[in-house]
């Protein structure tokens, strides 16, 4: 199964890096229903990408690194996102440089 | 024979961008805030409003448009133009993994190389490792008492 297929899946361990959130402040935070949010975290906890826990009466959901071979590979497609803006930023600098240096 | 990566192999990437290496060092640090991709990777998302790479605080975090921030990671070791070295947090009850990006001259043109590593750490074992640790400090504290 694919957990990190689905973009608002991607979202939701992103919000997680930050630490444990509640089903409520990520469907608040996130462009898709509260139901909609539990499903997805149903998907990431059984993939093994994300764990929950009681607190209180609120059950927090955090990234589980057990599941390190998952989450290691997000990170890495994560670096290959990253690395393609940098390049595209830089090529976009080195561009207004050399129109800079042909108008000197 | 077929290598295969482990869930513990380092993650290593390299782009080629047609600056200078000082040029191409300053973008990526303290110009991050005009190409970081935050709607995709940012632990605020939409709310994000900037990243910043603190040298003085040693520190690498993101500021949501309310003033909340978000740590990314520490600064570990810092050689401008050429490496920097950050801790960086992938699950905030583990121990941190590294994150090592050096800048090198190619001709004109730098090749920036990330290597992530430190998974082992991170990961089921990292935490045992971390349990057995505090046993023993533990273990001391109760021999002293």
Request: hydrophobic share 40%; net charge negative; with cysteine.
């Amino acid at each position: 199964m694919d957990a990190l297929g689905d973009g608002t899946r991607r979202l939701i361990l992103e919000r997680l890096r930050g630490g444990p959130r509640a089903v409520g402040e990520l469907a608040a935070e996130l462009p898709v229903s509260r139901p909609a949010v539990s499903q997805h975290l149903r998907v990431l906890k059984e993939a093994g990408l994300v764990t929950e826990r009681r607190n209180g009466t609120r059950r927090l959901y955090r990234v589980d690194t057990d599941g390190l071979a998952e989450v290691r590979d997000y990170l890495d497609s994560f670096w290959t996102d990253v690395l393609a803006a940098f390049e595209a930023a830089a090529e976009a600098e080195a561009e207004r440089r050399t129109n800079d240096d042909a108008r000197d | 024979m077929t290598m295969h990566a482990t869930e513990t192999d380092a993650i290593r990437k390299a782009v080629t961008v047609p600056l200078p290496v000082e040029k191409a060092f300053n973008l990526f640090t303290a110009g991050i805030d005009t190409w970081w991709p935050f709607e995709e990777h940012s632990i605020g998302g939409e709310q994000t409003e900037s990243a910043i790479f603190d040298v003085d605080a040693k520190r690498v975090y993101e500021r949501d448009a309310d003033g909340s921030e978000h740590d990314w990671a520490d600064i570990v070791a810092w050689e401008p133009p050429n490496r920097f070295l950050l801790n960086w947090r992938v699950n905030p009850a583990r121990p941190d993994t590294e994150l090592e990006v050096s800048f090198s001259a190619e001709g004109d043109a730098t090749r920036v190389e990330l290597e992530h590593r430190g998974w082992e750490k991170c990961g089921p074992e990292g935490r045992a490792s971390y349990d057995t640790g505090w046993d023993t400090v533990l273990g001391k504290l109760v021999e002293a008492a």
